[in-house]
């Protein structure tokens, strides 16, 4: 079965260093989706992505988030200059449809770890 | 705006007993409704979905849950509980003209030998 594949699994940075999160949809979905959960707390919304655009974000995605699909194969995450407080796991999503009708197909995550 | 409440963070029964996790909802329009099983370390999967079909669903895993407009509830059944269904479990909702799923906080299942 196909599946949502992130890299990597575990990203170590230091406070004010940029990080980017690596996510490769599933190959015939046209939406895709950043959620965090920080430790121990509920799934959060960050952006969605649909025809190269950002389609809605939250207000957790401020300008120090970024989404790019470079090629056709690969959508990422970038924060520019990390804070202690975005340290969580970073689940990346996509789906066929609109969520209306679309499950969502998650990856495994990347932990990420600010020091 | 669509948002789902989760009743109980914990809930611990006993192998083979009856599992039941709350989920109740609120939306102004009918929603579509999704549990998800989150396994430790691992992602989310998706256990089964409500989208206007039949009320009762079932999904992966004996799993399966009712549709209740008039109580707003999309609870999680499974008649006999396994050591391998102890994860966490969270409840979501969007809507037809969302682009989001809105997550619950979810409810850390525990089985008992």
């Known amino acids: 079965e196909p599946e949502v594949t992130q890299t990597p699994s575990h990203q170590v940075t230091q406070m004010g260093q940029e990080v980017i999160l690596r996510c490769v949809p599933i190959s015939n979905h046209l939406y895709f989706y950043w959620y965090r959960q920080i430790l121990g707390q509920k799934v959060e919304f960050l952006v969605s992505f649909y025809n190269n655009e950002i389609s809605e974000k939250s207000e957790i995605f401020d300008d120090q988030f970024s989404v790019e699909r470079p090629d056709g194969s690969n959508f990422t995450l970038k924060i520019r200059s990390t804070k202690l407080e975005d340290s969580a796991m970073y689940f990346c999503a996509s789906s066929e449809g609109r969520t209306g009708n679309s499950p969502l197909h998650f990856g495994n995550g990347t932990r990420l770890t600010v020091t | 705006a669509q948002s789902v409440t989760q009743l109980g963070s914990h809930v611990s029964v006993s192998e083979g007993a009856l599992v039941l996790l709350r989920c109740n909802y609120s939306s102004s329009v009918p929603p579509y409704l999704f549990w998800y099983v989150q396994y430790p370390n691992q992602g989310l999967q998706l256990l089964l979905k409500?989208?206007?079909?039949?009320?009762l669903v079932k999904g992966i895993n004996g799993f399966e849950a009712e549709f209740k407009k008039s109580e707003t509830s999309f609870h999680l059944t499974k008649p006999s509980a396994h050591m391998s269904d102890a994860a966490e479990y969270f409840c979501a909702v969007s809507d037809i003209t969302g682009n989001q799923f809105y997550f619950g906080t979810g409810t850390s299942l525990t089985v008992i030998p």
């Open positions: 409500y989208t206007s079909a039949a009320t």
